[in-house]
């Protein structure tokens, strides 16, 4: 099976407290990154229905991971590379330029280049939350599509079974490739994915896998080309405009509590929710 | 990269800036796979790393060892060729502090292994030898020690009884015992010194170093019951008629002090980053303490005395970075003698970390003691990096005479002067001479950023400072200057605080030429504590070189050796 994962970095988020708002955008200069945890769940996803779990290090399939970001961001693909992946793309473009839109067109003629029989993604990122590329990715492909996986039992490669975390509960759907599936944090259970190489009784880690130190070396020699957007998608029009950013309210403090009399009666008088 | 050491240099009071400026930082590539690294040491020890556990049973389980063997922290200096990681010294450095900040134990057994105990053989062991044990060592098949010292022979190294006799076939049979060894109980190979020559009174003791298979025969002890650091193995490892074969002599028979000297110059910077790493997981805690913590209706952070002891912390943190990472630069642009240089970042390092645990318990205060919180864990672990490679007493010694001694002269000198006071320091005479020659060399710091002027006026007064101190030091006391220890101390501490000044003033002007002087402001106003800070104990010291109490204080000291201890009682 050959699996296409769109992954990109996001701000740590333990260092929000860093981000500055200036001038109609978020200062970026000064963080820190890491991958967009979601995203991180999908090559771990990749990699357990391409391969042999007893067995991890023979490669039973290709897994293609792809960002859109300048030059720097080839840090994420080199860590996914050296976690397993087999090759990477970076599209060359900064974050201000595209939106979910743009990047499902985009994403759409890197399908129709790379042929992958399934496209996995994070269910959204933790920076912009948008939770759009997937679900739009599907449509322009005219693809079947499952998001906020939970669990996948990948069918003979030819269907997947997806369970679908939803309120209240989840949802099975069977899904024939090609497909587009985005994951949710239950996918990185230890049971998260059943794929025909391994056997059913191998228990994962939970979690996603991290790389060897060599292995970091040696994901030097693995192919990273760059692709142009415009290569891609020469309508680079966005449909998102931002109009500002503010930070949010600083919270105020809090109040210790000492009865439930007094719980009952601060909900009625200053919470108003009584 | 050739030339004097910087701080060689300084002694003459010559600044010699093409060596520390630009500041040195990893390439582009190396740092991304350092970030890359980093993440995974991150994650790894987040789902399997229990600080608190392995402190408790004194242990690293199993599974852990085998965790860190796999993700490949064995294998962090020994070149790719070899199966390893081949990171530079700067590489190691960082991912050791990484390593430090997650857990001492760990990083102390990792450091016994590459920092210490395999360095012999990646410094001077042959093609021969390095293919035939470098890649079972890169991926910890094979566990390193280090193995030197001995009962009778700690800061003493070269007074070591472990004897090496060499039989008719030229092979050495190894008898004695060392004690006190990182990894004794885990270790494959270990890098063993022993004597290949009789013990002759007034001989040259003939020092060799040997890599010897635990499977030829060597015992180890059972693991030490430590303060801290209390997950790594130390036990005490002998040798009863071990058969050494010639071909794993490393180096030179009769050269092994050396060796043993140069792997410590080396291992120090590792040392040092792991101080690093503890500071900045400490200031951390502080932190988030601060914030936290309500007294007198506040947070404790706005209170002055807090925000003191955090700005120390944060400068000597500072300070203590910008020092050993351009020394490990110095070492990765291949310059040759970097003694001196790691030296200090050891001694700062340690003495820092100690200070910074001291403060945080401090700021935490009753839960700083209980052992629900790690921070008594934590000063308990950071309590021996004063003490082994090298205690701080002998490396200032080191850093005083070594200085002294001047440019191209080797470090078995100094040990065998502290050794041999009277025979010891011919080399001394000629240093007034050499005074006077390099008075031609520059004094000044021209490539600092003038932002930086007040605190590059302080290194170019104090470095004429040091240098006339010791010229002066040296016209009155001679040769007998390796036996007044209180004078060593003050030029030691002199040129430990002129090197915390000038690596963080390279480090600064690269700040600013890459961020403008508002972008680096924070590091300016570092560079300018730690500055203040330097000239307050400096101008001190260069008073007292006339001025002091210490015959007074070695008095007290000898009456209360024959006193057998205090001799007041208010009764
Ligand atoms: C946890 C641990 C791990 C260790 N790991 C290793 C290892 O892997 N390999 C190894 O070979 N060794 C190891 N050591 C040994 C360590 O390097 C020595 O303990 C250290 O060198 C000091 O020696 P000593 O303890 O015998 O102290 P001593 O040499 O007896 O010194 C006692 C005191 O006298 C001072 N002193 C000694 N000589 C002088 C002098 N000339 N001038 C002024 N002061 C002086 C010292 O500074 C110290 O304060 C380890 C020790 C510990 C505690």
């Given at each position: 099976m050959k699996i296409l994962v769109p992954l990109k970095r996001v701000s740590d988020p333990d260092n929000a407290n860093k981000i500055k708002v200036g001038a109609g955008k978020v200062e970026t200069t000064g963080l820190e990154w890491k991958p967009n945890p979601f995203d991180e769940y999908a090559v771990e996803t990749a990699l357990r229905l391409t391969e042999n779990g007893t067995n991890a290090k023979a490669r039973l399939g290709e897994v293609t991971v792809v960002t859109f970001g300048p030059k720097e961001t080839e840090t994420t693909l080199r860590a996914a590379?050296?976690?397993?992946?087999?090759?990477?793309?970076?599209?060359?473009?900064?974050?201000?330029?595209?939106?979910?839109?743009?990047?499902?067109?985009?994403?759409?003629?890197?399908?129709?280049?790379?042929?992958?029989?399934?496209?996995?993604?994070?269910?959204?990122?933790?920076?912009?939350?948008?939770?759009?590329?997937?679900?739009?990715?599907?449509?322009?492909?005219?693809?079947?599509?499952?998001?906020?996986?939970?669990?996948?039992?990948?069918?003979?490669?030819?269907?997947?079974?997806?369970?679908?975390?939803?309120?209240?509960?989840?949802?099975?759907?069977?899904?024939?490739?090609?497909?587009?599936?985005?994951?949710?944090?239950?996918?990185?259970?230890?049971?998260?994915?059943?794929?025909?190489?391994?056997p059913p009784t191998h228990k994962y880690s939970d979690g996603v896998r991290f790389a060897a130190l060599m292995a970091i070396m040696a994901a030097k020699k693995k192919s990273l080309t760059e692709v142009k957007l415009t290569d891609l998608s020469p309508d680079t029009a966005l449909k998102i405009k931002y109009t500002g950013f503010d930070l949010p309210p600083a919270r105020k403090a809090g109040v210790k509590i000492k009865t439930v009399a007094e719980l009952v009666q601060k909900l009625k008088t200053e919470a108003k929710v009584l | 990269m050739h030339g004097p050491s910087f701080m060689k240099s300084l002694f003459h009071g010559v600044v010699a800036e093409g060596t520390i400026f630009p500041y040195p930082e990893p390439t582009q590539s190396e740092g991304d796979n350092l970030h890359i690294m980093m993440d995974s040491v991150r994650k790894f020890f987040a789902a399997n790393v229990d600080s608190r556990k392995i402190d408790r049973d004194a242990v690293l389980p199993d599974d852990v060892l085998r965790g860190l063997k796999e993700l490949g922290l064995f294998g962090l200096v020994v070149p790719q060729e070899y199966g390893g990681v081949g990171l530079s010294a700067t590489g190691y450095a960082r991912l050791i502090e990484e390593v430090a900040t997650l857990d001492a134990s760990v990083a102390v057994t990792l450091g016994g292994h590459q920092s210490i105990g395999l360095k012999a053989l990646l410094l001077f062991g042959t093609d021969e030898q390095k293919k035939k044990y470098l890649p079972r060592l890169a991926t910890g098949e094979h566990v390193a020690a280090f193995a030197l010292t001995e009962p009778g022979a700690g800061s003493d190294a070269a007074a070591i009884q472990t004897r090496a006799e060499e039989t008719p076939e030229g092979d050495y049979l190894l008898n004695g015992s060392k004690i006190w060894i990182t990894n004794g109980g885990l270790a494959d190979v270990l890098t063993v010194f022993a004597r290949t020559s009789s013990i002759e009174e007034g001989m040259k003791p003939r020092i060799t170093a040997f890599l010897v298979e635990r499977a030829w025969g060597v015992k180890s002890g059972p693991n030490e019951h430590k303060l801290g650091i209390r997950g790594s193995s130390t036990t005490e490892v002998s040798f009863d008629n071990v058969r050494v074969p010639k071909e794993n002599v490393l180096g030179e028979v009769g050269r092994g002090f050396k060796v043993a000297m140069e792997v410590l110059n080396s291992g120090r910077l590792g040392l040092a980053s792991g101080c690093v790493g503890s500071c900045k997981r400490l200031i951390k805690m502080a932190v988030e303490r601060c914030h936290e913590r309500k007294a007198f209706g506040r947070p404790i952070g706005e209170f002055g005395l807090i925000k003191d002891k955090i700005a120390s912390m944060i400068a000597e943190c500072f300070a203590l970075e910008s020092m050993t990472y351009l020394t490990?630069?110095?070492?990765?642009?291949?310059?040759?003698?970097y003694s001196i240089e790691s030296a200090i970042c050891k001694v700062y390092g340690s003495e820092a970390l100690w200070r910074t645990v001291n403060d945080a318990l401090q700021i935490a205060a009753g839960i700083g003691y209980m052992q629900e919180y790690p921070y008594e864990r934590l000063l308990r672990d950071a309590r021996i990096n004063l003490i082994f490679e090298g205690t701080n007493e002998i490396l200032r010694c080191f850093i005083a005479l070594s200085g002294m001694q001047g440019p191209g002269k080797e470090l078995v000198e100094v040990a065998k002067a502290i050794r041999e006071p009277i025979k010891g320091f011919g080399l001394l005479s000629d240093f007034a001479i050499r005074?006077?020659?390099?008075?031609?060399?520059?004094?000044?710091?021209?490539?600092?950023?003038?932002?930086?002027?007040?605190?590059?006026?302080?290194?170019?007064?104090?470095?004429?400072?040091?240098?006339?101190?010791?010229d002066k030091v040296m016209r009155k006391h001679g040769n007998q200057i390796h036996e007044m220890q209180f004078t060593q101390r003050r030029i030691a501490d002199m040129a430990i605080d002129l090197y915390a000044v000038a690596a963080c003033v390279a480090r600064t002007t690269r700040a600013i030429e890459r961020r403008g002087e508002e972008g680096a402001r924070r590091e300016i106003d570092l560079t300018s504590v730690v500055a203040a800070a330097a000239e307050e104990r400096m101008k001190q010291i260069a008073q007292s070189f006339d001025r002091n109490d210490d015959e007074l204080r070695k008095a007290i000291a000898s009456k209360s050796y024959a006193d057998g201890g205090y001799p007041f009682d208010i009764l």
């Open positions: 590379l050296a976690t397993g992946a087999d090759k990477a793309i970076r599209v060359d473009t900064t974050d201000d330029a595209i939106d979910g839109d743009l990047l499902a067109r985009a994403l759409k003629a890197l399908v129709e280049r790379e042929k992958p029989d399934l496209v996995l993604l994070g269910k959204q990122q933790v920076d912009g939350d948008a939770n759009q590329v997937a679900q739009l990715l599907a449509e322009y492909l005219g693809w079947p599509q499952a998001t906020f996986a939970g669990q996948i039992t990948s069918e003979a490669d030819k269907a997947l079974l997806v369970s679908r975390e939803v309120d209240g509960g989840s949802i099975k759907l069977r899904v024939t490739l090609p497909a587009v599936v985005s994951v949710d944090l239950r996918i990185v259970n230890a049971v998260g994915v059943t794929s025909m190489h391994t | 490990t630069g110095l070492v990765d642009a291949k310059i040759e003698d005074k006077a020659r390099s008075a031609l060399g520059r004094e000044r710091m021209t490539r600092a950023h003038p932002a930086l002027s007040r605190e590059s006026v302080i290194l170019e007064q104090y470095a004429g400072d040091l240098a006339r101190s010791v």
